[in-house]
């Protein structure tokens, strides 16, 4: 099972981009990262998914180099309200025979943003 | 409306007081799963269902029971709860579709074990 780093916390500004990176170094080929969003209190919320490259969708981008070790979660022009805990999460498919139903999720990146 | 419904909401009990947190999912999903959260430690997954009656121990699946009878259902059962297992408490079920496993979370049920 692949094991992800994050950075404990990071603060950003209203308006700035904030790019969270995530370390996984042993990442298997069927596996895919995911990102999750989590309020205090709430449970985590799906943001983004993807497998290689970059993936973009209304709300953050994925940028996924070749070797696949690493990932990097984009979030344009912050506001207050993004202020939460985001997650990487990486795990095979299981539309693709996968089998992994022990999903490991690191400490995540306590994200504050000021006005 | 698609959803991931735990109950209840808040609950308060004794030392070796059995009880059950209900899971239930709406979204015909296979897979369900129960994870802690504690400060400072993140979300540790408990127990897991791969499918109707198969299910396989987390992280931290000590003093915890689970069972999964139906598809829709995946209750956490604690027979006699024990202050440690304070906690706030999530389930989550996944869906099989294309790409890597995406999880939908109840809104969760803090426990408080006295």
């Known amino acids: 099972l692949a094991k992800t780093t994050q950075p404990i916390s990071m603060d950003s500004y209203e308006g700035q981009e904030v790019n969270i990176t995530c370390s996984h170094n042993?990442?298997?080929?069927?596996?895919?990262i995911t990102w999750y969003q989590q309020f205090p209190s709430q449970g985590p919320r799906f943001i983004i998914q993807?497998?290689?490259t970059k993936v973009t969708n209304e709300v953050a981008s994925l940028f996924i180099p070749a070797d696949r070790k690493s990932s990097t979660l984009s979030l344009p022009r912050v506001s207050l309200s993004d202020t939460a805990v985001y997650y990487c999460?990486?795990?095979?498919?299981?539309?693709?025979?996968?089998?992994?139903?022990?999903?490991?999720f690191g400490k995540g990146t306590k994200l504050s943003v000021k006005p | 409306e698609a959803q991931v419904t735990q109950n209840p909401r808040y609950l308060i009990t004794v030392t070796g007081k059995k009880l059950t947190v209900t899971c239930s999912q709406n979204?015909?999903?296979?897979?369900m799963s129960w994870y802690r959260q504690d400060p400072g430690l993140g979300l540790r997954q408990i127990y897991y269902?791969?499918?109707?009656?198969?299910?396989d121990k987390g992280d931290v699946p000590e003093g915890y029971k689970v069972s999964r009878k139906e598809k829709r259902n995946f209750p956490l059962i604690l027979e006699s709860p024990s202050p440690n297992q304070t906690s706030l408490y999530f389930c989550?079920?996944?869906?099989?579709?294309?790409?890597?496993?995406?999880?939908?979370f109840g809104s969760g049920t803090q426990l408080s074990v006295l």
């Open positions: 989550a079920s996944s869906s099989s579709g294309r790409g890597g496993r995406k999880l939908f």
């Open positions: 042993n990442i298997a080929t069927n596996d895919y």
């Open positions: 993807g497998y290689k």
């Open positions: 999460l990486v795990g095979d498919s299981p539309r693709y025979g996968g089998s992994q139903g022990n999903l490991i």
């Open positions: 979204m015909n999903h296979e897979y």
């Open positions: 269902s791969m499918n109707v009656e198969v299910t």
